[in-house]
């Protein structure tokens, strides 16, 4: 069993500096317009050569309505036809992907994100899983980890009755904060009520794993009332639970410009919230994955962290890493070989494109050989919390003391206060270090120098 966190204030105030989430290296920081839709194609014809199975990403950005910490691709409206002609280009896109690729090669996995996807009508939902289940070889035996991302403000018992009749069979659901003053502070007013509804309608439904999202750091947000969410939520009992660190960043963000910041918890507070999160989900039995990530023990993730075979990608932490991940839809991003590539950000300009029969493919990255090495080297580490040296110079053909050789003040530094342990044969990332797992793998990023650090958020 992986070592508890252990909470140490100086080391967090010391390391807790903006940086990558890591659901890539190198990041999509670096993606740039040279990588087109010719060079999806060869990748496309690179994994049909090697029958690699498939996790499919569908992005669908309508909300109703803003909420106003939210940082995703999105499309406000009340206008539900809206749907009607992207659906007509993601049905296109849908076709000209698959065209190349093996209907032999399975769908391990499938994520439908956005925005809200069941912003769209059951007839929608029911062709548009028509489109894929046609195109793409979908498992039909419910052993595939197919999930949906669930606002209970736009899902019923017959909506859940619906999706899981389609083949999904794990929920994400967003809560953010229970208290009223939180949720008038961010325009999502949503009662545990109807949270709770969702979640005992995935559970009668057989739903095979259940997530709930929060967020700490939002404005109104007190130490107190944020525990009193998080009791209310341990009594979900959900599989598993993200809490993520709110990024205040309304230059980037344009919605964030309606939260007044003297509303914001001081630093402080949110370390305390933080702090208490762990300890009150650590005593409910969660473990802590990484990332702001928690699980059951019995969790898939959970028992692969301990296996040393968890993986991130795109979708965050995942025991699917080893599919070629195709992202479809505005502003998704694929991951397939050694090729980074996403889709346009831009509604008009993605649909328009797939109107003339191409792919929207805007911008990229090919990993070149150092790339591909950092991104082992980073993952083990961020996944694991451990890196044998050994292994990543038999994978690579590398003396990885020489490799890193300027690397090594900065690690034995890390070692001296703490956060790993550190000798000729391995990296371990200790109690101390778990919370800041991102400055570990921050040593190994070699575009970081280069980069702009306010496009990231913080560590804690």
């Known amino acids: 069993m992986l070592d508890a966190i252990r909470w140490d204030s100086d080391l967090i105030h010391r390391y807790d500096i903006a940086g990558p989430r890591y659901t890539s290296y190198p990041t999509a920081v670096q993606f740039n317009s040279q990588v087109g839709a010719f060079d999806l194609l060869h990748a496309l014809r690179d994994s049909r ?34 749907a009607l002609p992207y659906l007509q280009r993601l049905e296109q896109e849908i076709q000209l992907i698959a065209c190349h690729l093996n209907p032999a090669q399975k769908v391990e996995q499938l994520h439908l994100g956005g925005g809200t996807p069941t912003f769209l009508s059951h007839d929608e939902l029911r062709q548009l899983m028509s489109q894929l289940r046609q195109h793409f070889n979908l498992l039909d035996d419910d052993s595939g980890d197919y999930g949906i991302e669930i606002d209970p403000r736009e899902a019923d018992w017959s909506t859940m009755g619906l999706l899981r009749e389609l083949g999904f069979n794990r929920v994400s659901v967003g809560l953010q904060d229970l208290d009223p003053n939180v949720q008038r502070a961010v325009n999502r007013l949503q009662s545990l009520d109807e949270t709770r509804a969702i979640i005992e309608a995935a559970r009668t439904l057989q739903y095979r794993s259940i997530n709930i999202d ?10 107190d009332n944020f525990a009193r969410t998080i009791d209310e939520v341990i009594n979900l009992q959900p599989d598993r639970l993200s809490v993520f660190n709110y990024a205040h960043l309304p230059e980037r963000f344009m919605p964030q ?7 914001l918890p001081a630093p402080a507070e949110k370390l305390e919230m933080l702090h208490r999160t762990i300890e009150q989900l650590t005593a409910a039995g969660y473990r802590y994955i990484g990332m702001d990530h928690f699980a059951l ?42 090729l980074y590539c996403q889709n346009s950000s831009d509604l008009n300009q993605y649909q328009n494109t797939l109107a003339s029969a191409q792919l929207a ?22 996944c694991n ?27 034995t530094e890390m070692a001296a206060d703490g956060l790993i ?12 270090g778990r919370l800041l797992v991102r400055s570990v793998c921050m040593v190994f990023d070699a575009y970081l120098e280069q980069q702009n650090r306010q496009r990231f958020s913080r560590v804690i």
Not at 50 to 63: N, T
Not at 361 to 382: K, P, W
Not at 405 to 410: I, V
């Open 297 to 338: 023990p019995d969790d898939e993730l959970a028992i692969a962290q301990e296996e040393s075979t968890l993986q991130r990608n795109f979708q965050g932490y995942t025991t699917h890493g080893h599919c070629d991940l195709i992202g479809l839809g505005v502003s998704a991003i694929s991951q397939i070989g050694d």
């Open 49 to 82: 050569k090697a029958l690699r199975p498939l996790s499919l990403y569908v992005h669908i950005p309508f909300c109703a309505n803003i909420c106003y910490y939210c940082a995703c691709n999105k499309v406000i409206t009340k206008d539900r036809g809206r």
């Open 257 to 263: 410009r309606r939260i007044d910041s003297n509303d």
């Open 421 to 432: 342990e550190l000798d000729h044969e391995r990296l371990t990332v200790l109690p101390a």
């Open 385 to 411: 919390l451990t890196l044998e040296f050994a292994s990543i110079e038999r994978q690579f053909n590398i003396d990885f003391g020489g490799y890193f050789a300027a690397l090594w003040p900065r690690l």
């Open 214 to 223: 929060l967020i700490y750091g939002l404005p109104k947000q007190t130490p």
């Open 361 to 382: 493919t805007s911008r990229g990255l090919l990993c070149n050989a150092d790339d591909r090495l950092r991104r082992e080297v980073i993952q083990q580490i961020i």
